[in-house]
């Protein structure tokens, strides 16, 4: 379409920060059929962080959309790729074209405010509108004809070491296995209605809401919106007024939907619902069982769903009406796969016990490599374990042979299903004006899953205070994105320094782990 129109060719890269909207799917299959790599930036992220995914994949041709309303906040998406755009020019990347969905003028505000598109500003030459275009393109564009392995689509996911890693896809072996798990995980039948209430920029939107379900052909409901407006009862309306038959969605959602009373829930018909899906982080059993009683009223399948952004589908999971349930167990391995529990020193764990998660064979839509970076992709995931593909989760086996996931292992933390690093936000903290130091751990939360705790050390003096608390959470918000701000920051006018007595930045943060 009018990518192709713009040069975009097969291999090329095409940044996408996209909200909930048609034009995001339409993005990604317009740049499958022209065999581009499309690598979508969740629209929650920072423009720091989108402008250092935008120059490590070299992406030419940007496509985003004006702004978005998030219940009563309007996120300003085509500003946030102005300043990335404006950071990529300033180390020598030029993004050339950049595609503006006019998105505010087609909604109402929630103040009632209508949106002109022309209160966008766009930059002569690099920056058109979608709807200035598209209309314009050929309605037929015969498909680029690609190999199995030829790569379908990168996404970033976050690195221990703080720099985000290109998780890239394949074209045959990851569209076959979103297609097979969206078909026997979620039991899809011809004429049900499917909903995946992720956001599109994380890898549960790509498998879940976009491919798995395209390419069964499946009904299915795209919302853009949140949980909470215009009421607390927004998903249970949904549901009911589509007669949706397969809801999937995390347990951060879960668990914030049952702070509200019961009637929120009871007050709607949500009969048509047969399997109803976890993913994202472990879902504990209180959230088990309330969404299993009150929203299924125990007659739906539960489907507790592990996979990662880099496993492309999902590898453990109950299959709906055939697996007994146990709540909390992501249970068993999807068909072809292999997993494993490892000791510290490598040696296999049979029967009962637990250890590191990893994986003895791969399966189809296993990521082939991080993007420009194949070294990185064999010690972040094949070192540790020579022969194993290391998922750096830990897992339990019961009695039963049922798999429980426990959480990761490593310096990873995952706040409301949104996997981030400790290092990540610390280097934030490391590089204030105040020249403070922070190190960052991993608290539970009871509805985030996990939040982060960091304790900071002032020098420069730098009074701890609310003002600093404030610019701290904002600097993080503005590195990172606001879904990475800390929930703690402890003053510590000291932090410890290794057994040794060294000072140095890496083993003080191993220190505190
Ligand atoms: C965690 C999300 C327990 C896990 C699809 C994994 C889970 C990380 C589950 C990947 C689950 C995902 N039970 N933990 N059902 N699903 N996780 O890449 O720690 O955003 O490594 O992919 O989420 O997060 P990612």
Redesign the pocket.
């Known amino acids: 379409m009018c990518s192709k129109s713009r040069g975009v060719k097969k291999g090329d890269r095409v940044a996408v920060y996209m909200p909930m909207v048609l034009e995001a799917v339409i993005t990604l299959l317009a740049c499958a059929r022209i065999g581009a790599i499309h690598s979508l930036v969740f629209a929650g992220f920072s423009s720091d962080s989108f402008a250092e995914r935008i120059l490590d994949c070299e992406a030419r041709v940007l496509v985003t959309a004006d702004g978005a309303w998030r219940g009563e906040k309007l996120l300003q998406l085509k500003y946030i790729c102005d300043q990335a755009m404006i950071k990529c020019a300033q180390k020598g990347f030029n993004v050339e074209t950049c595609v503006v969905v006019s998105h505010l003028k087609r909604v109402t505000s929630p103040q009632g405010i209508h949106y002109k598109s022309n209160q966008t500003p766009m930059t002569e030459g690099r920056d058109v509108y979608w709807q200035d275009i598209v209309p314009q393109a050929s309605t037929s564009c015969y498909p680029e004809w690609m190999e199995a392995e030829d790569p379908l689509f990168m996404l970033y ?1 976050s690195g221990s070491t703080g720099k985000p890693k290109g998780v890239l896809h394949t074209t045959g072996g990851y569209l076959l296995y979103a297609a097979t798990t969206f078909k026997y995980v979620f039991d899809y039948k011809p004429n049900d209605v499917y909903w995946c209430t992720a956001d599109v920029g ?3 939107g790509h498998t879940y809401v976009v491919y798995g379900p395209l390419a069964n052909a499946a009904t299915s409901v795209l919302y853009e919106g949140t949980p909470f407006y215009p009421d607390n009862d927004r998903f249970w309306t949904i549901v009911d007024k589509y007669k949706v038959n397969q809801f999937y969605t995390a347990p951060t959602a879960i668990r914030a939907l049952m702070k509200f009373e019961d009637d929120l829930v009871k007050k709607h018909d949500l009969s048509s619902l047969k399997v109803l899906g ?6 504990n059993p209180e959230a088990w069982m309330w969404y299993y009683k009150l929203v299924g009223h125990e007659k739906c399948s539960i489907v ?7 496993t492309g589908g999902h590898v ?2 109950p299959l709906p009406g055939a697996t007994p349930m146990k709540p909390g167990a ?1 249970a068993f391995p999807f068909f072809g796969v292999q997993p494993v529990l490892l000791d510290e020193s490598g040696r296999e764990i049979k029967g009962e016990g637990e250890g590191y998660l990893v994986f003895s064979r791969p399966w189809p839509s296993l990521m082939r490599t991080l993007y420009n970076n194949h070294d990185r992709y064999e010690t972040t995931y094949f070192t540790k374990f020579p022969g194993y593909y290391c ?3 830990g897992a339990k086996r019961d009695a039963d042979g049922y798999l429980w ?1 426990t ?2 292992v490593d310096d ?1 933390l ?1 706040v409301s ?3 981030m690093s400790t290092t990540e936000v610390e280097s934030g903290f490391n590089r204030t004006p105040f020249n403070s130091r922070g190190c960052c751990c991993c608290q539970t939360h009871p509805i985030k899953g996990e939040c982060l705790y960091c304790f900071i050390t002032t020098t420069d003096h730098a009074v701890f205070g609310e003002k600093l608390l404030k610019e701290l959470k904002q600097l993080v918000r503005e590195r990172i994105g606001p879904f990475a701000q800390p929930d703690v920051i402890q003053n510590a006018p000291a932090l410890p320094k290794t057994r040794s007595g060294k000072n140095h930045e890496e083993d003080i943060e191993e220190d505190c782990r």
């Open positions: 996911t994380w890898i549960t976890s993913v994202g982080e472990p879902i507790d769903t592990f996979w990662q952004t880099e453990l999971t992501a998922t750096g989760d996931v959480g990761r990873m995952n299903g949104h996997l």
